[in-house]
Each structure stands twice: as C-alpha cells, then as structure tokens.
C-alpha cells in the first residue's frame, strides 16, 4: 500500500525556516518524480515545487523561486522542503504527492504557520 | 502561465441527480487535464487523468471528457460521499502545473 506520510510543520515567524519531511513507503521512491502543493487556508491548490526520482533535476513555482528548495534520500525515501525567509502568504497546508503530471497519491498534509 | 477556470463555482444538487462542472484552459492543453475530489479535512485523491481515463478503484459513475481547451467531470447519479470540492488541473506546462479554483459540490 502506497503511503506518504509528511512532518515537520508549525508555527515560526516571517523570515524564519522550516524543513518539512514526506516519508514514503510501498512503492520504489526513486522511480518516481515527487511535488510539493500547498493549499492556504480556504483557498485551493498550488504547485510548489517537483523533483525528479533520481533528484538530478528540480522545478519551482515562482512564488518560491529563490526560498524554497526541495531534495530526496532515496536510501530513506524521504522528501523534503528546506523553507527559508517565509512570508505570511506561505501559510498554508503542505501536501506531497507522488508524480510530476498528475498526482495519484497524497499525503495527509502538514500545516505550516508563518505569524508573529 | 495557463489559467484554469472552472465553472460553476459552488453546486448543490440532490441524491441521485446527475451533475456537470465545466473546467476551460487559457489555451489548448490537449488531453493533459486531471480531476481531483477533495472531501472537507481530507486530501485530494486523483478521481480522472487524461480527460477521461477512470483512476483505479473511482467509481464507474465518475466520467470525464473533452480535449483542447474546454473539459467536464460528470457524476452520472450523486452519492451522499460525493460532497467535496473538486478541482481540475493541466499538466501540458509540465511540471508548472496550474489548478483550476474549485467546485464546491453539495448536496441538496
């Protein structure tokens, strides 16, 4: 069964950072292109940023272009997002999902908070 | 960037009807559209790929279609279950994919 499982949300100030996690399990993680997409409060779905199996190439939206940097352990198959200097507009849900076209599996989602 | 309009925002309908939203690309994407339904607290879950292709384990009654720039998802005979927003999503600017604004489906 596939499952993602992501972490490492919460709550920090504008222009601090943040490092969120995505374990995946019951598939080969390195066959497969991973995404981050975000939903804000209320509002609906945003490409963040996608990475391919081998981790060789990268993608962002740029709304986080320069911020955000998204990396994978294929020997822990585990994804990431390192967020840096965050907004108040980055407050959002963070889902991983599996793919680069269309996303069949998500994960549960981790709350990121950027308030003072 | 290709802008995704959906339509109509908000929906209400009753049991067993069946229900139509409309999803239209700033330009032709093809056949590069998806539809995801996302129940309140929950995670999208992929419901159509390609226009029309049925995801495993979707209900039949789920359908979608169209190519170039105008889309549907239809539910032939809506289900209590069905209440979610549903969005759809073009991937022709792999990977910058774009959603559409959501169709907020509710049940009369």
């Known amino acids: 069964e596939v499952q993602l499982v992501e972490s490492g949300g919460g709550l920090v100030q504008p222009g601090g950072s943040l490092r969120l996690s995505c374990a995946a399990s019951?598939?080969?993680?390195?066959?497969?292109?991973m995404t981050w997409v975000r939903q804000a409060p209320g509002k609906g779905l945003e490409w963040v940023s996608t990475?391919?199996?081998?981790?060789?190439?990268?993608f962002y939206a740029d709304s986080v272009k320069g911020r955000f940097t998204i990396s994978r352990d294929n020997s822990k198959n585990t994804l990431y997002l390192e967020m840096n200097s965050l907004r108040d507009e980055d407050t959002a849900v963070y889902y991983c999902?599996?793919?680069?076209?269309?996303?069949?599996?998500w994960g549960q989602g981790t709350l990121v908070t950027v308030s003072s | 960037d290709i802008q995704m309009t959906q339509s109509p925002s908000s929906l209400s309908a009753s049991v067993g009807d069946r229900v139509t939203i409309t999803c239209r690309a700033s330009?032709?994407?093809?056949?590069?559209l998806h539809w995801y339904q996302q129940r309140p607290g929950k995670a999208p879950k992929l419901l159509i790929y390609t226009a029309s292709r049925l995801q495993s384990g979707v209900p039949s009654r789920f359908s979608g279609g169209g190519s170039g720039t105008d889309f549907t998802l239809s539910i032939s005979s809506l289900q209590p279950e069905d209440v979610a927003t549903y969005y759809c999503q073009q991937s022709y600017s792999t990977p910058q994919n774009t959603f559409g604004q959501g169709t907020k489906l509710e049940i009369k």
């Open positions: 990475i391919a199996g081998s981790g060789g190439t990268t």
């Open positions: 999902a599996r793919g680069a076209e269309q996303f069949d599996y």
């Open positions: 019951g598939f080969t993680f390195s066959g497969y292109a």
């Open positions: 330009q032709p994407i093809n056949n590069y």
